[in-house]
C-alpha cells in the first residue's frame, strides 16, 4: 500500500511516476522516490521516528517488550516470521538490551527505590518482612535473592542477588 501511494507522484517536484523502493530496519520500512526529473533518492520517508540518534523507536520500543513482559525473544522472532512481519536480528535485540534497557531499568529502579527509602525515613512504625531464596524449584543453586517488603506502603524496597558461598 505504501508503495503505491509513493508511485503517484514526486513527493518533491510532482512528477509522476517515481521509481519506489523500500528498505527495511528491523520494523520500520524507508520508503524513497527516485525520479526523473530531481534524480535517484529524491525523496525518502522513514516511518518512524528515531531515538538516541539512529534507532527506529518502534525496535527499541519492541525489544523493551519483549523484556519487561518475559517472553521469550525465539518465540516473537518465529511470530514475526510466521506472520510475515519485518523484524530485526537476536543480536540486535540483545544490543539494545545491553546498550540501553539494562541501564535504563536500573537507573529508573536505583531512583525508585531511593524515593522510597526516603519516604521511609519519615515512617516510624514501618513493617518489615524479609526473605532469602536459594535453590528452590527453577532457581539457580549458586545465587540467591534477599528481598525486603515493606508491609506499611505493601512494596518492595529492596532486593539482593548473592552467590551462595
Ligand atoms: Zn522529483
Redesign the pocket.
Known sequence: MLVSLFSLF??????ER?TVTVKMTGTMPIVT?S?????ED??AWPSQPFVFGKYPTGNILLSFGILISGISLSKTLLLFKHIGLSMFSGRAYHQHQKKYLVPFILRYWESYRQRLINLLKGEKNAVWSGDGRYDSMGHSAKYGAHTMFCNTINKLVHFELLQSK
Open positions: 514526486c513527493f518533491r517536484c510532482k512528477e517515481p522516490q525520479c526523473t526529473s530531481c534524480g529524491s525523496y
